[in-house]
């Protein structure tokens, strides 16, 4: 069973730094992509960032372009999410994600149906 679970939410003023961090237990890790998203209270689970299986692709949102670094330790079964610049409007429930089906995609998906596999989420709070 495929688990994943993240860490490094918390409280931090506008402008701080946070990095979240997802660890992935149960099967071969390095071989999937993965991605971020994130729920605000009353919106959609939106996407954040994604990265291929080898880390050679990311992609970003463009809201959070120049501000959030996403990145792998597949030595390590980690995924991570660098955010710097925090703003108000990135307050949310953070999940990671993967999915089970294809694995070596070179792709980095923006799709919420790609991924079947989801963490529990974190939550970040930027205050003003």
């Known amino acids: 069973q495929v688990q994943l679970v993240e860490s490094g939410g918390g409280l931090v003023q506008a402008g701080g730094s946070l990095r979240l961090s997802c660890a992935a237990s149960?099967?071969?890790?390095?071989?999937?992509?993965m991605g971020w998203f994130r729920q605000a209270p009353g919106k959609v689970r939106e996407f954040v960032a994604a990265i291929s299986w080898i880390a050679g692709n990311t992609y970003y949102a463009d809201s959070v372009k120049g501000r959030f670094t996403i990145s792998r330790d597949n030595a390590k079964n980690t995924l991570y999410l660098q955010m710097n610049s925090l703003k108000p409007e990135d307050t949310a429930l953070y999940y990671c994600?993967?999915?089970?089906?294809?694995?070596?995609?070179?792709?980095?998906?923006?799709?919420?149906?790609?991924?079947?596999?989801w963490g529990q989420g974190t939550q970040v709070t930027v205050s003003s």
């Open positions: 149960g099967r071969i890790f390095s071989t999937f992509d």
């Open positions: 994600a993967t999915q089970s089906r294809h694995p070596f995609l070179n792709i980095c998906t923006i799709e919420k149906r790609h991924y079947d596999i």
